[in-house]
């Protein structure tokens, strides 16, 4: 993690861990930001949901008294919500609205909202997180995913070789972060080769205003009807 | 007031909750069945479509004040949200912000995503997620409903917390994981599925009111869900500013801090004082909600 955070802020971060939390503060290419985030695959409990939430709250804070909302950096790696009894005693569902709501929050404060994909990023823990973000780059290897298409196959009742075949030709089920990029909901996919901080900077500059995902799933031909079936019931272009 | 016969919304459909929760005859479905909406992801893998894939969305009136509504039709497909699915839900929000109705009504019953077109679920209930909070700050509340047989689980389980107040039935059920997911991956020593009393002490309507994730606890009764929404209808929209979202932060950690060792209903009801906890899942909403009220639960508390 430290290796990322040193290329992709090679003017200096003070990022600190928490467990599997990080938090702080990155020179970018675009100015100052605020990193917020999960390493190591987490498998998000409600306490690593509290302590999201709360950077996210320090940082609106600290910006709304300087006037000026930086831009948030979250990194994303998650392999979904931990399955246990005790967290879903505790409503681990609505531990993670509350971190969807100071997302937002922190969306409508003026905040420039990018979300990094490291490692892996997978349902409940990307729902509530990652994937409110305005702008979201996949960095390389990046897996972004429900479910293993092994376990699609057991609950379904689809044999995994039909699964796999038809994956080949559809984006809408199989893990892949080239797959969401097809959907709209991957901005960019970021290469090996190419230059973090610049890209990450078009990213910030490219971050905010209506959701325009299902416009740049039509336009990708990965997501066809999400568009004119929203713009249907809602009786108006949406991002108008 | 006792009611001589009781319509029950567990055993309801989509359409009969609407019908049952709206002014007489004020429903006007958009997108509705006759436009043919069929997934055509379900339809190459050669599974059962629906002519409204799964959710019925459109226009109504409560005590003569317009108000939206979408209902989730947990038969078809476990209520799974997929892209036309989620698309007709976030069209709902996106026409409240242009019509500012009274109320946005959401009849959850749903267990998240669906597996069949997984991609397109996730990204279009992460939609839903931005539409709802976006109409939510324009001012619009949002009410959810939850009493069917699929619950609210998986990314509709994140939905409905995201809405001003939840009404729930004690057989409706609210969470992330389902307990089958839990067992199957975790063992059936952590979460016993088969063991339906205990998935009830852990998801159910009665636990999710005590820690004030629901906002009223009514009966299996489709006239009592509409009095609920009534009466939300007349009260005034919580504030969700910086000040707000600190109390839900502190809320939900001394919940957490609270029942750190809680693995049962039965653990939350003992923590919160109440007399009998065993005898708890036995009691009618009336009985719960007197049972309750000296602890006034509130969100997040």
Same mark, same amino acid.
């Given at each position: 993690?430290?290796?990322?955070? /040193? ?10 861990? /928490? ?27 409600? /306490? ?9 709250? /320090? ?182 | ?18 019908? $049952? ?16 909406? =069929?997934? %055509? ?5 050669? *599974? ?13 009136? !409560? ?12 038969? #078809?497909? $476990? $209520? ?6 989620? +698309?007709? *839900?976030?069209?709902? #929000?996106?026409?409240?912000?242009? =019509?500012?109705?009274?109320?946005? *009504?959401? +009849? ?15 990204? +279009? ?15 619009? %509340? ?9 619950? &609210? ?30 067992? =199957? ?5 952590? #979460?016993?599925?088969?063991?339906? &009393?205990?998935?009830?002490?852990? =998801? ?42 600190? +109390? ?25 004082? *109440? %007399?009998? %906890? &065993?005898?708890?899942?036995? !009691? ?7 049972? !309750?009220?000296? !602890? ?6």
């Amino acid at each position: 993690m430290n290796a990322l955070l /040193d290329r992709l802020f090679p003017t200096g971060h003070t990022v600190a861990f /928490d467990g599997h939390n990080l938090s702080g503060h990155a020179a970018s290419a675009a100015g100052r930001v605020h990193v917020i985030g999960t390493r190591d695959r987490a498998a998000l409990t409600t /306490d690593m949901a509290l302590k999201l939430s709360q950077a996210v709250l /320090d940082a609106v804070r600290a910006d709304q008294a300087s006037g000026d909302p930086r831009p948030i950096v979250f990194i994303a790696s998650t392999q979904g919500q931990a399955l246990s009894r005790h967290e879903e005693l505790l409503g681990l569902n609505g531990y993670f609205a509350h971190m969807a709501r100071c997302v937002d929050l922190a969306r409508r404060s003026g905040h420039r909202l990018v979300t990094l994909i490291h490692g892996e990023a997978v349902s409940g823990g990307f729902l509530a997180f990652g994937l409110l973000a305005d702008r979201i780059c996949a960095l390389p290897e990046a897996q972004v995913k429900v479910m293993d298409l092994r376990a699609m196959a057991r609950v379904t009742k689809i044999a995994p070789e039909r699964l796999e075949a038809l994956a080949q030709t559809s984006p809408v089920f199989a893990p892949g972060a080239d797959n969401y990029a097809r959907m709209g909901a991957i901005h960019a996919l970021w290469s090996d080769t190419d230059d973090w901080p610049q890209a990450l900077r078009q990213a910030i500059d490219e971050a905010g205003g209506e959701d325009r995902r299902a416009e740049l799933g039509r336009e990708r031909g990965g997501r066809t009807l999400a568009q004119p079936v929203a713009e249907r019931v809602a009786g108006v272009p949406l991002g108008a | 007031m006792s009611r001589l016969q009781r319509h029950s919304w567990f055993e309801a459909d989509a359409r009969a909750r609407i019908a $049952g929760l709206v002014d007489a005859n004020s429903f006007r479905e958009l997108c509705g069945p006759h436009e043919r909406l =069929t997934s %055509p992801h379900l339809a190459v893998l050669d *599974l059962p479509v629906a002519f409204d894939d799964g959710v019925v969305v459109g226009e109504a009136t !409560l005590d003569g004040r317009p108000v939206l509504v979408g209902a989730q039709q947990g038969e #078809f497909n $476990g $209520g799974a949200v997929g892209e036309i699915h989620g +698309a007709k *839900l976030r069209g709902l #929000f996106e026409r409240a912000r242009r =019509t500012r109705p009274a109320a946005v *009504l959401l +009849a959850i019953d749903s267990g998240g995503v669906r597996l069949h077109e997984a991609n397109a679920g996730l990204i +279009a209930i992460s939609e839903l997620m931005r539409a709802l909070l976006a109409a939510r700050a324009d001012g619009i %509340p949002v009410y959810g409903l939850i009493g069917g047989s699929c619950g &609210a689980f998986g990314g509709m389980g994140i939905v409905a917390r995201l809405c001003d107040a939840l009404v729930m039935s004690e057989e409706g059920r609210l969470g992330l994981s389902g307990p089958e997911v839990i067992e =199957t991956v975790k063992g059936v020593d952590e #979460f016993d599925s088969k063991d339906r &009393a205990l998935v009830w002490r852990v =998801t159910g309507g009665k636990l999710r009111r005590s820690l004030g994730d629901a906002t009223m606890l009514v009966d299996d009764d489709i006239a009592a869900f509409r009095d609920a929404a009534r009466s939300l209808l007349a009260r005034p929209v919580p504030a969700r500013d910086l000040a707000a979202l600190d +109390a839900d932060q502190r809320a939900l950690t001394q919940r957490a801090a609270r029942h750190a060792d809680a693995r049962d209903g039965l653990d939350i009801w003992r923590a919160l004082g *109440l %007399p009998e %906890p &065993a005898l708890i899942p036995m !009691l009618d909403a009336a009985d719960f909600n007197r049972l !309750l009220a000296p !602890l006034s639960p509130t969100e997040a508390a």
